[in-house]
């Protein structure tokens, strides 16, 4: 496998090269020079006053366009991806917090999963992303509720200059994994049609040294750990995303996109397993289907947006276990059927053009239906929730920006705590981009559906979580000849009362309860470098976070030690760096990801079983673009974990050694 990788990309680099040469050839003498790309200063927005915001750079979805939204986050952000294995579940934890903290919207319309709150990241291919941004803390209030840590938004674009185009690609890696991804569009200025389907398929038995068990030297009491292999933890994805664009007249644009997928995986073992590798048999199933239309209105001064959206997911989980003599038993047969029905009316107002006024009406219903057709329990419940919106945004002699924002909701008719935002921008600097800014906000999460209705376990009588944050930062822009050098930081600190968390209870299996009090501080920062080295075009991008999330609830029993200790999983230093150069159509690119130490017990014990490593991980990458007959052809072979790094996000659910994987792509 890895030999006709390098085989393959050798040959095309091969070919570039010579295309290269025969083209200098005709150029005789003529030297031609790179234009600058210079990027435009983003605008000083009253509307996004306060907020700190990511937005990930399109050179990064292109690189990535083959992976996971989950694989994405945890090499370009400074979210922390708590992943259970390649290809298996993926959290994340934004600024330290749960993962029903962070709220994801597709399109406008929310995706996070009604029973459990969360969404899972490996669900999410980059390849039907047009633009993504993130809203940390408090920002996420523009959008809606619930997001402690922050927001990420997925949005598809139109390009109603577009009369034809399609592509298709190809990748192939290690563990038998293969990728195949196809789209077409076609339009004019009046409508627009783009069609999106892909499909992804790995065996996934990577090789692995596992720590979980050993074998000792009954003479020096040395413990050798085996090399194992992820058995049975195959995969399958496929999907379509479908969308409509239709220019009604000159104000006014009715869209319509559809995204379905279907997804099948099997789930390994822990690696602290020692039976045998047929003892069980872990399989889920996901479909997922996603529609949303949305009208637009462009006035003069004010602006209509008119929004439905319906998402269904229907999601099937089987454990079998060995039983002697019989053979696999079904232990649990769990089916979910999950029903979202969101609407929103938004109008925004230019009173002048220095204050504007924005409002919001969000209508959305919930209907969830849980059996296990082997332990007889489940549940059936439908949920309404409403949301009214304000926001007021004002500009004072372009050096000050103000923006109040105000949310009330109501939750199956009971009023939730009014929650406001105040935020800033200051301008230092008129003919500078030079902004401090910050904001001190409230914010609440409501309980999801399987925290107050699971059975058996859930607790009716949870409260809502409950959230106060301040924040305050600094980003500076400036352009020195051909180079861009963009930076921020921001520092935060937010106070989350009435934290939801599972706990083993005296009955026997796992409860919901509230706790006193988490405290979530730190800070954020980034510097982006873009520009040109003689003909050579180069791109640096750096993250790092400094995240203490500490637990400040009373004791629960006798002996407990998690008072004032880090929350499980979420690393204190997490960082990375992306470099890219390329000249003529190669390009080389290094990316490079690291995490401190996470703890598996709330008393933080350090221990073997109760303490993750810090790892450091490096993928390097190797490409070239080029056209022939109007057909744009690029390859880009990729190295994973170059330096063969042994390490886990998740306790006993190891991730892959160095591995390899070649994508060619063909546009028209």
């Not at 999963?113 to 920002?139: N, Q, R």
């Not at 939730?416 to 914010?443: C, E, H, R, S």
């Not at 925290?451 to 979580?465: A, F, I, S, T, V």
């Not at 009362?497 to 796992?510: A, C, L, M, Q």
Request: aromatic fraction near 14%.
């Amino acid at each position: 496998m890895i030999i006709r990788l390098f085989i393959l990309a050798i040959i095309t680099m091969i070919t570039g090269l010579n295309r290269m040469t025969l083209a200098q050839g005709i150029r005789d003498s003529v030297f031609q020079l790179n234009p600058v790309n210079v990027e435009a200063e983003r605008v000083f927005n009253k509307d996004e006053a306060g907020m700190k915001q990511t937005k990930i750079d399109s050179i990064v979805l292109i690189d990535k366009v083959h992976l996971t939204l989950s694989e994405l986050l945890s090499e370009n952000s400074s979210v922390f991806i708590k992943s259970h294995g390649r290809g298996a579940l993926a959290t994340a934890s934004f600024r330290g917090t749960a993962a029903s903290h962070t709220q994801v919207t597709w399109n406008g319309i929310n995706i996070n999963s009604p029973m459990t709150g969360m969404v899972d990241f490996s669900l999410i291919p980059v390849y039907i992303i047009d633009d993504m941004s993130l809203k940390h803390g408090a920002a996420s209030m523009s959008d809606q509720s619930g997001g402690l840590g922050g927001s990420i938004n997925i949005e598809n674009n139109v390009n109603w200059n577009n009369s034809f185009t399609a592509g298709y690609s190809q990748g192939i890696g290690s563990y038998s994994s293969y990728d195949q991804f196809l789209m077409a569009g076609f339009g004019n200025q009046k409508f627009q049609s783009k069609t999106r389907l892909y499909y992804n398929k790995s065996a996934n038995d990577y090789t692995f040294l596992n720590r979980g068990i050993g074998d000792i030297d009954p003479e020096t009491g040395i413990i050798t750990n085996p090399l194992d292999t992820n058995h049975l933890a195959d995969y399958e994805r496929y999907g379509i995303l479908q969308e409509l664009y239709l220019r009604a007249s000159e104000k006014s644009v009715v869209s319509v996109k559809w995204w379905s997928q279907w997804a099948d995986r099997t789930i390994p073992r822990a690696t602290s397993y020692e039976g045998p590798d047929n003892s069980n048999l872990n399989d889920q199933q996901d479909r997922d289907h996603k529609v949303v239309a949305d009208w637009s209105y462009y006035g003069d001064k004010g602006n209509v947006l008119i929004r439905s959206g319906y998402a269904n997911k229907e999601l099937d989980y089987k454990l079998k276990n060995s039983v002697t003599g019989v053979g696999l038993v079904a232990a649990i047969y769990s089916q979910s059927k999950q029903k979202s029905f969101l609407n929103q009316l938004k109008y925004r107002y230019s009173v002048t053009p220095s204050l504007s006024i924005e409002t919001k009406f969000d209508a959305n219903m919930y209907d969830v239906a849980s059996r296990d057709s082997v332990q007889k329990t489940g549940y059936k419940i439908d949920r309404w929730e409403y949301s009214s919106f304000m926001g007021i945004r004002k500009s004072i002699a372009n050096r000050i920006n103000l923006n109040a924002m105000f949310r009330q909701e109501w939750v199956e008719g009971k009023r939730l705590p009014f929650i406001p935002y105040l935020g800033f921008d200051f301008k230092v600097l008129n003919d500078k981009k030079w902004i401090i800014k910050g904001n001190i906000a409230k914010n609440h999460h409501h309980p999801s559906l399987n925290d107050l209705y699971w059975q058996p376990g859930g607790n009716p009588d949870l409260q809502p979580e409950e959230g106060f944050s301040i924040e305050t930062g600094m980003e500076y822009l400036t352009y020195i000849n051909d180079h861009i050098i963009q930076s921020e930081i921001t520092f935060y600190r937010n106070d989350i009362d009435n934290w939801i968390i599972w706990i083993p209870s005296f009955k026997g299996h796992w409860e919901p309860m509230n706790i006193k009090n988490v405290l979530s501080k730190g800070f954020e920062s980034s510097v982006k470098i873009d520009g040109y080295l003689g003909n050579v075009k180069y791109s640096l991008l750096s993250s790092y976070a400094y995240t203490r999330s500490i637990n400040y609830g009373d004791p629960l029993v006798w002996g407990d030690e998690s008072y004032g200790k880090q929350l499980v999983y979420v690393p204190v230093h997490s960082g990375n760096i992306m470099g890219e150069l390329s000249y003529n159509g190669f390009s080389l690119g290094w990316q490079h990801n690291s995490y401190s130490e996470r703890f598996t017990t709330s008393s933080n014990n350090v221990s073997k079983r109760d303490w993750l490593y810090p790892y450091y991980m490096n993928d390097l990458s190797a490409g070239y673009n080029f056209t022939e007959n109007d057909i744009n052809i690029s390859t880009r072979l990729k190295v994973y974990n170059l330096f063969d790094e042994t390490y886990h996000s998740i306790l006993y659910r190891p991730m892959p050694g160095r591995n390899y994987h070649l994508l060619v792509s063909f546009n028209f």
